[in-house]
């Protein structure tokens, strides 16, 4: 894992490299997802089966045997160990209860002369919700795209999610039966994006399509984009950590693996203003890392993109910080707070040394499902927001058109629009005079 310091001359240079991430451009998945999101425009179900059986190493006849209803997603849940499914649903009740404070309702008010002005907030018909599979099963994020979708008042949430040699995870149809999806397909990748996209004789076309996944899950959305709405581009997951230097430094450690294990292109960065605290965590990572599960892929997504960052002090961290614009922020120091002001592009801000990101991941009740790849300098996490639309409201009165029949033929008369003009113009008291 790089050792990095501020103080290093070309410090600046060395981060940009270290937050460098081509994958989601690389032309070479841009063709093959062109190719791939064609084939299953032309041909449908067909080609979602070939794409299938191809990446994800089954052997299945047709669409049908990708398919599940919501008797399946019970027996799934019915399944589970007593102890798993209250775990799961714990999980969604503190996810929901969170969410259900950003519903947006109607607004509207009323001018001195009685025109009317407003919008109307209603929920998006249809959504699909792409959960990822290739390297993990994510039960958690069935529940952080589908329960906003669900307290939005979404009509239907299609879900896809690969099952790479056909296995199916409990947990993951579980949670889908728990947050109320409609309906699942076992198929992932740009051929499942494609299939919601376009609709197929089985998959029905979406309105919007959200969630994580792999490079080429992020193509294949920024290419549908403008068929159907997208939540972001999602690239692989990020920590960023501020320590002061008196958490253990086991936590820490652990903390970095915890987003280095999702994938070997995962980011893991600790900013910390004392090098013999970094000393203790380096420690900590070589002690620890061997007992990992995941260890292969720990030790490549930090060798490949981790760095241990000595800064001058807090404010520094604070400011180097908001040029990354992690995707989630742990600030493991003696008073978070007192740093918030500072802090200005996360897209989790995860406060005190108790505050592990992996709660977040799963129950804390926000979303997990963030802006990455310093996209955290204009976007925002997944919420009920994105599966609301807005149309503006508005009711001229006749007094109202008066006065805004004068403003409006003006300004039509200037972009020399005589037509706008005298629409507008026609409405005044005196139109006929
Ligand atoms: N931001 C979040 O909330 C969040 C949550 C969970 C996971 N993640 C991230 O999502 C990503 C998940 O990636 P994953 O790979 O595990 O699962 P995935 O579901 O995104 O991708 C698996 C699919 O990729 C396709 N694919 C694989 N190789 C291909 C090839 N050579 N050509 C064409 N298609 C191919 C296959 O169709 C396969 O079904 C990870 O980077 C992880 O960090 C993010
Ligand atoms: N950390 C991931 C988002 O970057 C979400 C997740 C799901 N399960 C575990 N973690
Ligand atoms: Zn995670």
Known sequence: MQRLSSSQAD??????????????????????????????????????????????????????????????????????????????????????????????????????????????????????????????????????????????????????VPTPNGEQNDLVLAAAYIAGVDKVFTCGGAQAVAALAYGTESVPQVDKITGPGNAYVAAAKRRVFGVVGIDMVAGPSEILVICDGDTDPDWIAMDLFSQAEHDEIAQAILLCPSADYIARVEASIEKLLPAMPRRAIIEASLGNRGALIEVSDLDEACAISNYIAP?????????????????????????????????????????????????????????????QKRSSLIRVSHAGAQKLGKIASVLAHGEGLTAHARAAELRLDQAGD
């Open 11 to 160: 410090f600046d240079a060395r981060l940009k490299a270290l937050l460098a991430f081509e994958t989601a451009q690389d032309p070479a998945v841009d063709a093959a997802v062109a190719a791939i999101c064609d084939d299953v425009k032309a041909r449908g179900d067909a080609a979602v089966v070939e794409y299938t059986n191809r990446f994800d190493r089954m052997s299945v006849a047709d669409m049908a045997a990708l398919t599940l209803s919501r008797e399946q997603l019970q027996a799934a849940h019915d399944r589970l160990p007593a102890h798993v499914r209250e775990a799961l649903e714990a999980a969604a009740e503190r996810v929901r209860r969170y969410h259900e404070k950003q519903l947006a309702h109607s607004w509207s008010y009323e001018d001195e002369d009685g025109t009317l002005l407003g919008q109307q907030v209603t929920p998006l018909d249809r959504v699909g919700i792409y959960v990822p599979g290739g390297k993990a099963a994510y039960p958690s994020s069935v529940l952080m795209n589908a329960l906003p979708a669900k307290v939005a008042g979404v009509g239907e949430i299609i879900m896809v």
């Open 327 to 387: 995707e989630h922020l742990e600030l493991s120091v003696a008073q978070p707070e007192a740093w918030l002001d500072k802090l200005r592009h996360a897209g989790a801000i995860f406060m005190g040394r108790f505050t592990s990101e992996s709660l977040g991941d799963y129950c804390a009740g926000p979303n997990h499902v963030l802006p990455t790849s310093r996209t955290a300098r204009f976007a925002s996490p997944l919420g009920v927001y994105d599966f």
